[in-house]
């Protein structure tokens, strides 16, 4: 694997580090982890699809609801209060990751995804269970948003942290596409209330794998290590990195890991959660990464990505496709080409190209797609009836190429960044931070889409245009503020946005805190440190 990668990934990090640490665990772990990110992917794309199922309209009375802008709102209440949940359980994680740690948080995470889907299934067209099971789901996928990357980064070898850490957004375009191949079959092989009562179903299985997973997964080392359970730490972080414990990578590993911790306790002590917001805002360096990784977060919502996520069948529809599972197939072909797309983003551009690089030429892309089906739409719009114009196939292409350029960049760059910027004590706030707006602001696209693309021009053509302004505006953002972090060890964030070694040793008094003599000691009665 190691030879592999020194092919793909091209950074400092790779040719000096041990290829040892690229073993099968690292990745075993991040995959396990990652099966959260799955969860959210499948919901977006089952319901996406199951809304515009006849049987599901039925059911829940969405071919009763009147005018468009009625069922514009129903269809955007259903879809939009798992985004709710998933605000309340972005913020509820930062607080029970530092309780309880990253590997059981994780699997509570499961747990309420696992109970908010049968809720989902069995709610037999009652509106009131769907939006409870959609709010509780919420809970789950969100809290596992905020554990997921935090977990990942702080396993991950720093080479490959980008690989690693993006793989996050790689098992969420993953469930979306098998949900959108599942619904493009239920479509022609089922009726009934089956039709939809099955994908609603099925998408528990990712929590389930989840579940199962982290039941034989390590704790975070750096969790371990902030918790002062170092021989442990030091255990885990052994295992994982495949290396013996007097090894000199590994031994520089556990150390930066321990200066970290001892300069930020000597800065501010061990603060409350009022003192962490304290010195999130009001240290300079700590509120410009807070401020980024928010601003970050919203600009991924409003590149426009989830609502055609999520409603990628209606806006084929008004494109000219014709026929629910021929819109339900082509949006089974954009999964496609977003799983493809974020792979080649993971593997020759995160830690090659760069985060940087990656997002500018990603809004580049994103805007020119956005503005070319706008102006089509507004221009030379589908007829009922007649069949799709050249230019018409041309927008329909954009929606692919739309989606190939949110993989390279704006899908899994963000979360690399929010997870990997701050500093140690910080993290978990930080990404709860970061997943919590964007959870609001999925929240607010999700519900505001469907009304926009009945009001906002004629076949909802202004909903185009306004997200390939954002889309601009977002290039300007990076190129000004966006440094570059591929290659970089967590605990050299730091300098990176202007804390020098001097301010460290100023804090610190010059003094070190050795951990060099810790000794690895099995502890039979934690399942803490158990590893695959």
């Known amino acids: 694997m190691s030879s592999l990668l020194k092919y793909i990934v091209k950074n400092d990090a790779m040719k000096t580090d041990p290829k040892e640490i690229y073993g099968w665990r690292v990745y075993l772990l991040a995959c396990s982890a990652c099966f959260g990110a799955m969860s959210f992917g499948w919901d977006s794309g089952v319901i996406g699809g199951v809304i515009n199922l006849d049987s599901f309209k039925a059911a829940y009375g969405l071919d009763k609801a009147g005018d468009d802008v009625a069922v514009a709102n129903l269809s955007g209440n259903i879809v939009s209060v798992l985004q709710a949940g998933c605000f309340v359980g972005s913020l509820a994680a930062f607080v029970l990751t530092d309780m309880f740690g990253r590997r059981y948080c994780l699997m509570g995470a499961a747990a309420l995804t696992l109970a908010g889907v049968a809720m989902q299934a069995a709610a037999a067209g009652h509106l009131e269970p769907m939006y409870i099971g959609r709010f509780i789901s919420g809970l789950g996928v969100g809290a596992s948003s905020v554990v997921n990357p935090i977990y990942v980064t702080e396993n991950a070898p720093r080479a490959i942290r980008g690989l690693l850490t993006g793989m996050y957004q790689q098992f969420i375009v993953l469930g979306g596409m098998i949900a959108f191949w599942g619904n493009y079959a239920v479509s022609i092989h089922l009726s009934g209330p089956k039709q939809y009562i099955v994908p609603l179903a099925i998408q528990g299985l990712p929590a389930l794998l989840l579940f199962s997973l982290m039941l034989i997964c390590n704790e975070s080392p750096r969790y371990l290590a902030r918790k002062d359970r170092w021989e442990e730490a030091k255990a885990v972080l052994v295992r994982i990195r495949n290396l013996g414990p007097d090894h000199p990578y590994l031994q520089d590993e556990f150390q930066e890991i321990a200066d970290q911790l001892d300069y930020e306790r000597r800065l501010v002590g061990e603060a409350s959660f009022v003192g962490l917001l304290k010195e999130m805002w009001t240290v300079p360096t700590n509120r410009k990464r807070a401020i980024l990784s928010v601003v970050l977060m919203v600009c991924q919502q409003m590149t426009g990505t989830n609502a055609i996520n999520t409603y990628a069948p209606q806006i084929?529809?008004?494109?000219?496709?014709?026929?629910?599972?021929?819109?339900?197939?082509?949006?089974?072909?954009?999964?496609?080409v977003k799983v493809v797309a974020c792979a080649i983003f993971l593997l020759f551009m995160a830690d090659s190209l760069g985060r940087r690089r990656s997002l500018l030429v990603s809004s580049v892309g994103q805007a020119f797609c956005m503005f070319y089906i706008g102006l089509y739409v507004r221009i030379s719009p589908p007829v009922d009836g007649q069949p799709v114009p050249g230019a018409g196939y041309f927008a329909l292409v954009c929606i692919f190429v739309f989606a190939a350029f949110f993989q390279f960049g704006w899908g899994p760059a963000c979360w690399i960044l929010v997870s990997e910027i701050p500093a140690a004590?910080?993290?978990?706030?930080?990404?709860?931070?970061?997943?919590?707006t964007q959870w609001l602001f999925?929240?607010?696209?999700?519900?505001?889409?469907p009304n926009m693309l009945a009001t906002v021009g004629a076949h909802g053509y202004g909903t185009y245009l306004i997200f390939g302004s954002f889309c601009v505006t977002m290039f300007f953002f990076v190129f000004f503020f966006i440094p570059e972090t591929k290659g970089i060890s967590l605990e050299h964030m730091d300098q990176l946005f202007g804390v020098t070694e001097e301010d460290k040793l100023n804090v610190t008094d010059g003094a070190k805190n050795d951990v060099s003599k810790v000794e690895i000691v099995e502890h039979s009665n934690r399942s803490d440190d158990r590893s695959v």
């Open 316 to 336: 084929f529809k008004n494109l000219g496709i014709t026929g629910t599972s021929n819109s339900l197939l082509s949006t089974g072909v954009y999964g496609i």
């Open 425 to 436: 004590r910080l993290r978990p706030l930080n990404v709860a931070i970061a997943a919590a």
């Open 442 to 449: 999925n929240f607010v696209v999700a519900r505001a889409v």
